[in-house]
């Protein structure tokens, strides 16, 4: 008689038991779940991020390479000025009065249309070194400010260019980490899933623990994560 009651009570622990983990199972597989269609969530919303920033940066590359060119032909022309003006100079010294007048007269006319403002600005800082220095000769197409009239726009949108592509990179980098994090959950609903369905404890009780681990796990390096909004 005794041992039939005994036997009933641990039946009835064991029902309950089970009935416990059947709900806890259900709460963390509903907990999985929601953790699974957020981090899938956030994921697209880098990816998304990430293609934008990879355009922008090619995009801005593009105008860059634009920019140097544009700044670099601007460079030759104004090199071929620069040697035109050189050697007008030196007829302007001849002693022909008229070749020296029509020397003077080209002279101008070719400053006045042909050089800007950036580069008169670069010959008057080289004839007042020139001046200074005779011993040293300082050539305008090396004006620090002159070049940096010419090249500074590209360094800028190079730069922005750069800084969008690393941006790219970190979206990636969050995209493929909530990519992982999305797996290892999926894992863990897997675990649940099983342990659902089996009767015995030990086995259950294991895997039970498995998946729970592993979603917390999951869990927590997707919180690191910074989030995202639309």
């Given at each position: 008689?005794?041992?039939?009651?005994?036997?009933?009570?641990?039946?009835?622990?064991?029902?309950?038991?089970?009935?416990?983990?059947?709900?806890?199972?259900?709460?963390?597989?509903?907990?999985?779940?929601?953790?699974?269609?957020?981090?899938?969530?956030?994921?697209?919303?880098?990816?998304?991020?990430?293609?934008?920033?990879?355009?922008?940066?090619?995009?801005?590359?593009?105008?860059?390479?634009?920019?140097?060119?544009?700044?670099?032909?601007?460079?030759?022309?104004?090199?071929?000025?620069?040697?035109?003006?050189?050697?007008?100079?030196?007829?302007?010294?001849?002693?022909?009065?008229?070749?020296?007048?029509?020397?003077?007269?080209?002279?101008?006319?070719?400053?006045?249309?042909?050089?800007?403002?950036?580069?008169?600005?670069?010959?008057?800082?080289?004839?007042?070194?020139?001046?200074?220095?005779?011993?040293?000769?300082?050539?305008?197409?090396?004006?620090?400010?002159?070049?940096?009239?010419?090249?500074?726009?590209?360094?800028?949108?190079?730069?922005?260019s750069k800084a969008a592509m690393?941006?790219?990179?970190?979206?990636?980098?969050?995209?493929?980490?909530?990519?992982?994090?999305?797996?290892?959950?999926?894992?863990?609903?897997?675990?649940?899933?099983?342990?659902?369905?089996?009767?015995?404890?030990?086995?259950?009780?294991?895997?039970?623990?498995?998946?729970?681990?592993?979603?917390?796990?999951?869990?927590?390096?997707?919180?690191?994560?910074?989030?995202?909004?639309?």
């Amino acid at each position: 008689m005794s041992t039939v009651k005994n036997s009933s009570v641990a039946a009835a622990r064991m029902r309950m038991i089970l009935g416990n983990n059947e709900l806890l199972v259900a709460i963390l597989m509903g907990l999985v779940s929601i953790g699974i269609a957020y981090a899938s969530f956030q994921a697209s919303l880098y990816d998304s991020q990430m293609a934008g920033a990879y355009s922008q940066g090619n995009n801005l590359s593009t105008e860059a390479e634009s920019l140097y060119l544009e700044g670099n032909q601007q460079f030759a022309q104004d090199t071929q000025v620069w040697n035109q003006l050189t050697g007008l100079t030196v007829e302007m010294e001849s002693t022909d009065k008229a070749a020296a007048a029509s020397a003077h007269h080209k002279y101008e006319v070719l400053r006045f249309q042909a050089v800007s403002d950036e580069f008169a600005a670069a010959i008057k800082w080289s004839d007042e070194k020139n001046a200074a220095d005779p011993a040293f000769y300082y050539s305008p197409l090396d004006n620090e400010d002159y070049q940096n009239f010419l090249f500074s726009p590209y360094d800028k949108t190079k730069q922005e260019s750069k800084a969008a592509m690393i941006k790219g990179d970190q979206y990636n980098s969050y995209g493929d980490r909530l990519t992982l994090n999305t797996v290892l959950m999926s894992i863990s609903l897997f675990l649940l899933g099983i342990s659902a369905v089996l009767r015995q404890r030990r086995v259950q009780l294991v895997l039970l623990g498995t998946g729970a681990v592993t979603f917390f796990v999951a869990a927590v390096l997707t919180a690191t994560i910074p989030v995202l909004t639309l």
